[in-house]
C-alpha cells in the first residue's frame, strides 16, 4: 500500500531553517509529481510546494517568497523541502502528499498522504 512517512519537523527559532523529508514506498515514485503542503490549527490548508515527477518543475505558494526549496531524489524514493528565513508563522504541521497520476498543480488533488512532521518557530 502507498505509504508516506515525513521527518525532519522541530521546533526552530525565527530566522532558522530546517530540512524536511518525505520517503515514499508502495508506488512507482517517478511517475507521480508530489506536493508539500501544511495546516496550522484553526487555519485551512496552504499548498506549499509541488514538484513535477521528475523533480524539474517546481512550484510555490505566494507565501513561500522564496525562502522553501522542494526537491526530489527518484533513487530514493524521496521528497525534501528545505525551509529557511522561518517566520513564527511557519509554524504548522507539515504533510507531502502524492499527487493524483497525471496532475501537477498547486491546487491539484491527492489522495494519498503522510502523518505530517510538526514545524515550529519561537525565540
Known amino acids: 500500500q502507498v505509504q508516506l512517512v515525513e521527518s525532519g519537523g522541530g521546533l526552530v527559532q525565527p530566522g532558522g531553517s530546517l530540512r524536511l523529508s518525505c520517503e515514499a514506498s508502495g508506488f512507482i515514485f517517478e511517475n507521480y509529481a508530489m506536493s508539500w503542503f501544511r495546516q496550522a490549527p484553526g487555519k485551512g490548508r496552504e499548498t506549499v510546494a509541488v514538484?513535477?515527477?521528475?523533480?524539474?518543475?517546481?512550484k510555490y505558494g505566494d507565501f513561500v517568497e522564496g525562502r522553501f526549496t522542494i526537491s526530489r531524489d527518484n533513487a530514493k524514493n524521496t521528497v525534501y523541502l528545505q525551509l529557511s528565513s522561518l517566520k513564527p508563522e511557519d509554524t504548522a504541521m507539515y504533510h507531502c502528499?502524492?499527487?493524483?497520476?497525471?496532475?501537477?498543480?498547486?491546487?491539484?488533488?491527492?489522495?494519498?498522504r503522510g502523518q505530517g512532521t510538526q514545524v515550529t518557530v519561537s525565540s
Open positions: 502528499a502524492r499527487l493524483n497520476f497525471g496532475t501537477y498543480g498547486l491546487a491539484s488533488p491527492y489522495e494519498h
Open positions: 514538484i513535477d515527477s521528475g523533480g524539474i518543475n517546481t
